[in-house]
């Protein structure tokens, strides 16, 4: 069965650090691109980041940042483990959320993503001031 976990949440004080993971299962993450989402209570969704799926005969892979993240969050991939991290690092207040990973419908997909199929149940970070 298709699966996406995620783990790593937790407390963290205003300026720490704390790297999500989500780990795969039933399919192969690289071909696919992986997203990164964050949702607090009584706000929409949002974006956080994206990796573009693996393509030997492409060039480099692609990522993507919102603007609230850059230069804080880092999102990266291991292939052999199959899955896809997220570093955050210089954390505030304003990331604490429910983070959620999802990958993208489309075979050999590119950054941002469209339509994402596959979702994990999510982890909650919460920062503390």
């Known amino acids: 069965q298709v699966q996406l976990v995620e783990s790593g949440g937790g407390l963290v004080q205003s300026g720490g650090s704390l790297r999500l993971s989500c780990a795969a299962s039933?399919?192969?993450?690289?071909?696919?691109?992986t997203g990164w989402f964050r949702q607090a209570p009584g706000k929409e969704r949002e974006g956080v980041a994206c990796?573009?799926?693996?393509?030997?005969?492409?060039?480099?892979?692609?990522?993507y940042y919102a603007d609230s993240v850059k230069g804080r969050f880092t999102i990266s991939r291991d292939n052999a483990k199959n899955t896809v991290y997220l570093q955050m690092d210089n954390m505030k207040p304003e990331d604490t959320a429910v983070y959620y990973c999802?990958?993208?419908?489309?075979?050999?997909?590119?950054?941002?993503?469209?339509?994402?199929?596959?979702w994990g149940q999510g982890t909650q970070v919460t920062v503390s001031s």
């Open positions: 999802a990958s993208e419908s489309q075979y050999r997909s590119n950054c941002p993503g469209k339509e994402y199929d596959t």
């Open positions: 039933g399919f192969t993450l690289e071909y696919y691109a």
């Open positions: 990796i573009s799926s693996e393509d030997p005969e492409e060039g480099d892979i692609s990522t």
